[in-house]
């Protein structure tokens, strides 16, 4: 079972920048695909972005896409997401998942396997 932990989030002003880290247990790797999702007050989970084993091949929800990035470093079983240009609607708890072999592109929650418990991220206005 993957034991994935994520850091980084807080509190900041609305076109400020944060980044996230999603570490994993040495136990869990290899991890194929590695992603994120969020959680906003009264939403439901949905898809953030999206990463392939090689880190070469990430794919982004439409509402981050050119303000998102996401990278993985595989020798410090890390994954990150650099958020930049947020807004308030960005505000959101934001969880790391490892997604079943063999899923990479999948947006749903159910092509990912292991999650973590979420970190905070608030945007103010």
């Known amino acids: 079972q993957a034991e994935l932990l994520e850091s980084g989030g807080g509190l900041v002003q609305a076109g400020q920048s944060l980044r996230l880290s999603c570490t994993a247990s040495?136990?869990?790797?290899?991890?194929?695909?590695w992603g994120w999702f969020r959680q906003g007050p009264g939403k439901e989970r949905e898809f953030v972005a999206a990463v392939n084993r090689n880190g070469d091949r990430p794919y982004f929800a439409d509402s981050v896409e050119g303000r998102f990035t996401i990278s993985r470093d595989d020798a410090k079983n890390t994954l990150y997401l650099q958020m930049s240009s947020l807004i308030p609607e960005d505000t959101a708890v934001y969880y790391c998942?490892?997604?079943?072999?063999?899923?990479?592109?999948?947006?749903?929650?159910?092509?990912?396997?292991?999650w973590g418990q979420g970190t905070q991220v608030t945007v103010s206005s």
């Open positions: 040495h136990r869990t790797f290899p991890i194929a695909t």
């Open positions: 998942a490892a997604a079943h072999p063999g899923s990479w592109g999948t947006r749903s929650e159910s092509g990912f396997a292991w």
